[in-house]
């Protein structure tokens, strides 16, 4: 399957390139980063500057890659201690990062932090190689069976964010209009308590829905009565447009990619789930 641009080409090698000096404004892309992640992996593995690991719940997987880290690998236990202590770091100019033998050092001009590289085999969030990925995640995928490929627009990204975060919402769902098969929509139900205005509910009682529309058509449309669900976290990544492909997987399952951007990086978000059937009231 041609899945979207990589991230970064990269493998398993274990060349060390020593040092490397950062610009301030991609240390910045890197931090914000690590800021979006940090709630859902707890450890950061990087393999020549790429980064790709399942989230904590293992329901997604995040992918991107750091140029000014291509030649490094390291691992770093607990990011949200790790981001505390690099934040501190001068914003304003580069930034020197050395990997020695047992740890990374970052050297801002004013003074080092230093950091230990824990054992990769205790990560919480291992690195995925390319051929992990290929047999776990994209063999099963027909390029033929494509249900959707479209964009959405930042502002949608924002709003189903702030649902998520505001009314706890359990997932986003793609559905079809009932009038017609080959247009698309995302779906979250927000909570009875919890519906306001800015989402148009109109009612007090009964749970309201926020809808976002797909401008694209379903190419394949989904069986009648059948929905399935997509994962919270790439809402999280609400700096730019997503583009969105789903695909059916050889066992009728789904594959949805997730392509946005974070400034300058590329990132690519994974989620697998299963097509779900309702009644016609439901």
């Known amino acids: ?10 493998d398993d090698a274990e060349t060390i390139c020593p040092t490397t ?9 890197f931090k914000s980063f690590l800021n979006i992640i940090k709630m859902n992996f707890n450890d950061f593995s990087l393999i020549d500057g790429a980064f790709r690991a399942y989230s904590n719940n293992r329901a997604i997987i ?4 750091f140029r000014f880290f291509r030649d490094m ?6 990011i949200k201690s790790f981001l505390k202590s690099i934040s501190a770091l001068d ?20 003074g080092t932090y230093e950091v230990s590289s824990s054992n990769a ?5 291992k690195f995925i190689s390319d051929e992990e990925m290929m047999e776990t995640i994209l063999y099963n995928v027909d390029p033929n069976k494509l249900i959707i490929s479209g964009a959405i627009p930042k502002i949608g990204v924002r709003r189903m964010k702030i649902a998520s975060l505001k009314h706890s919402s359990d997932g986003i769902y793609l559905k079809y209009d009932k009038n017609d098969f080959t247009k698309g929509f995302l779906s979250m139900l927000l909570k ?5 205005q800015l989402y148009n509910s109109g009612k007090k009682e009964g749970p309201s829905e926020l809808q976002i529309e797909l401008k694209a058509p379903l190419i394949i449309p989904l069986p009648e009565n059948h929905y399935f669900k997509l994962g919270i976290l790439p809402t999280l990544f609400n700096r730019d447009d997503m583009y969105l492909k789903c695909y059916f997987t050889n066992d009728q399952k789904i594959l949805s990619i997730f392509s946005t951007k974070v400034n300058g990086l590329l990132v690519n978000i994974y989620s697998e789930s299963e097509l779900i059937e309702v009644s016609e009231e439901g």
């Open 121 to 125: 085999d205790l990560s919480d969030n």
């Open 21 to 29: 000096m950062i610009p301030a404004k991609e240390f910045k892309d």
């Open 91 to 110: 914003k304003k100019n580069s930034i020197t990062v050395t990997r020695n033998d047992s740890s990374i050092v970052f050297n801002d001009q004013l």
């Open 1 to 10: 399957m041609k899945n979207t641009k990589p991230a970064l080409p990269h």
């Open 73 to 78: 690998s390291f691992d770093i236990s607990n």
């Open 192 to 196: 009875p308590s919890d519906s306001g």
């Open 62 to 65: 995040v992918e991107t890659g």
